[in-house]
């Protein structure tokens, strides 16, 4: 199934776990997309000209038609929405309380964890850098994190039993301290592992290795 107008901005090195978890959407409903992207250390997406289109300044950014879209959680639920089951795969549970606690995790993902996003970039997982050990502030968040992966998580290969973008989302905080070697209870490892090798989140990947690699 297919699409017409729809690309995603992102940025140009495949780093942002934000791009991601939109680029994993639009995989999943199996739409044809386009993607457009910038390159954020040289401040592209800054430029007056993308003022109208990227409303936060950010990337991820949808385009659909004349309609543009800012924050990842709000496209993907646009997508979920625009494009709905049972014609085309769900990325959100159908349950309504269980898809507010997805809307929950991807919201504490976001919102929460500022030591560990700032000491753990997704450059460890996509490009294999290594930083310094964690500050007390990142072993704080590392403590809060396994805590609440560890309840969500419980003993399931899904948050929900069935696959969601919640668990994509899930995956990528977990896999900053699972691909930079940092202790991480096994649980929460084989969860993160067992997400990675999703056919969707393998196309982002793969998109992100060859980039670094030319």
């Known amino acids: 199934m297919s699409s017409p107008g729809l690309i995603l901005w992102s940025d140009s090195g495949f780093h942002s776990p934000y791009a991601m978890s939109v680029y994993v959407c639009l995989q999943e409903k199996g739409l044809r997309f386009g993607v457009n992207t910038l390159n954020l250390e040289q401040n592209q997406h800054t430029q007056p000209e993308l003022s109208s289109l990227l409303l936060t300044g950010r990337v991820p950014c949808l385009q659909h038609d004349r309609f543009t879209l800012s924050e990842s959680s709000a496209i993907t639920e646009y997508l979920d929405e625009t494009f709905p089951a049972p014609d085309y795969p769900r990325v959100y549970p159908s349950n309504h309380q269980q898809k507010a606690m997805a809307r929950q995790v991807q919201a504490w993902l976001r919102s929460d964890f500022l030591a560990l996003r700032t000491e753990r970039p997704t450059d460890v997982i996509f490009s294999g850098r290594k930083y310094p050990p964690l500050s007390a502030a990142g072993e704080r968040d590392v403590k809060k994190l396994i805590s609440g992966a560890s ?46 090798q999703r056919a969707s989140i393998q196309l982002w990947v793969n998109e992100a290795v060859k980039l670094n690699n030319k």
């Open 151 to 196: 309840q969500l998580i419980g003993q399931h290969s899904s948050l929900f039993g069935q696959w969601s973008v919640a668990d994509c989302d899930l995956a990528v905080m977990l896999n900053r301290l699972a691909k930079h070697g940092d202790p991480l209870p096994e649980r929460l490892q084989e969860y993160a592992a067992f997400q990675w």
